[in-house]
């Protein structure tokens, strides 16, 4: 084993889109550095991700918004599902490289409890929301 492998570094990496991310490479893997100070693991066959950083207001009167970051471009979809389990709106993100900002209006639904569903990865998060 030479002296730098699994040696902790620290670099940039350009991706193919000229987006920046800082990465480190550590045990023979590439990890990426999120805004909130998170490292995800990149790998050979999938070295892109999103994430959804954060949602606020919460509670909310209006709309709510939602802040991703990612190192690929994509398009996600979204369920706002009622406290008895309706659906009552669904919708499409396009999300681009970097951080991304995206606003979501509840103007036409009454007070409550909602949940915000959001297929990532192909795996579904699930977010309460309370408008007032």
């Known amino acids: ?30 990890w990426a550095l999120s805004s909130t100070g998170i490292y995800r693991q990149l790998s050979e066959e999938n070295d892109g991700y999103l994430e959804l950083q954060s949602i606020w207001p919460n509670p909310f009167s209006e709309s709510i918004s939602l802040c991703f970051e990612g190192s690929d471009s994509s398009s996600i ?27 979501i209006d509840f103007n036409s639904l009454v007070h409550g409890l909602y949940c915000l569903k959001i297929l990532i990865d192909d795996e579904w998060k699930t977010y309460k929301l309370i408008k007032n």
């Open 77 to 103: 979809d979204y369920f706002i599902i009622n406290s008895v389990g309706q659906e009552v709106k669904t919708g499409n993100l396009d999300i681009v490289s970097g951080v991304t900002v995206k606003k």
């Open 1 to 30: 084993m030479s002296s730098e492998e699994g040696q902790n570094k620290q670099d940039h990496f350009v991706f193919a889109n000229g987006t920046i991310h800082n990465l480190r490479y550590w045990n023979k893997r590439f």
